[in-house]
């Protein structure tokens, strides 16, 4: 039996994920990302801040 040829779909809300824009930025981002590892050392203080915005 034949196998019919496949093509990649990329739905048109995701074709901004294909640009070389988009790529430099998420390249940009990881790079952040991995030099800054995530802490919750200021978490209380975000939130006290947070609660002195509210009220």
Do not use: C, I, N
């Amino acid at each position: 039996m034949p196998t019919l040829p496949t093509s990649p779909v990329v739905p048109d809300s995701e074709h901004w994920l294909h640009s070389a824009a988009a790529a430099a930025g998420l390249r940009e981002a990881l790079a952040w990302a991995q030099s800054h590892p995530a802490s919750d050392e200021a978490a209380d203080s975000l939130l006290q801040h947070l609660r002195d915005k509210q009220g």
